[in-house]
């Protein structure tokens, strides 16, 4: 069998995030994904290391690089319309479920059951990590706007932020605390 789901992916590049937004950075679904991939990573070890936690960070960082590959075929909505009525919410989880059920066709049999924990984020723990990290993302973006002075960020921001707090989860605290202010700072401060 002929398989076309890496070719399907490597156009994750191409899907632009913040369609709806002017943006002094543009950002892909890629680049995207490889940042809530990293966040989900350290996300897991924080909840590991400081909260006793048994979280897989492997697992977790994988499902966060796929997370959003739906969109290859379905295209990024944006968050105030996505989530803005429950109806819409409802079609589009359907919507994204059918993407990713063809992508996970796309792969040889042999090959799927590999993959259908990373394309579906079964596990309620890698999920809520998943989210938490995709979100945690979309606020690094918006203070990155912010600090480039792109002031169209701001209500953005500050929602996204209310998010995150009200997870309730203290690894997102924990790296709230610890490592977001940076994200602020220019190159030179970072020394």
């Known amino acids: 069998m002929k398989s076309h789901f890496f070719a399907y992916l490597s156009r ?35 909840r590991n290391e400081k909260f006793g936690g ?38 589009y989880k359907e919507v994204e479920a059918v993407a990713e059920r063809k992508l996970l066709a796309m792969l040889p049999q042999e090959l799927r059951g590999a993959y259908a924990p990373v394309l579906t984020e079964v596990d309620p723990e890698v999920e809520r990590l998943v989210k938490a990290a995709d979100k945690l993302s979309a ?35 924990y790296f709230l605390e610890t490592f977001m202010d940076s994200f602020s700072l220019t190159l030179d401060q970072l020394k």
């Open 139 to 173: 606020y690094i973006k918006c203070v990155e706007e912010l600090k480039a002075g792109n002031t169209e960020f701001r209500d953005a921001a500050a929602q996204t932020r209310k998010v995150l707090e009200g997870y309730g989860l203290p690894e997102v605290e």
């Open 12 to 46: 994750m590049r191409f899907i632009q995030r913040w369609a709806l937004m002017r943006n002094t950075a543009p950002e892909n679904v890629q680049e995207h994904s490889h940042q809530a991939a990293v966040l989900a990573h350290a996300l897991a070890v924080i």
């Open 54 to 91: 048994t979280a897989d960070p492997g697992a977790v960082a994988a499902a966060a690089l796929y997370h959003d590959a739906s969109e290859i075929l379905t295209g990024d909505m944006p968050t105030p319309i996505k989530y803005g009525n429950p109806a819409i919410q409802h079609a």
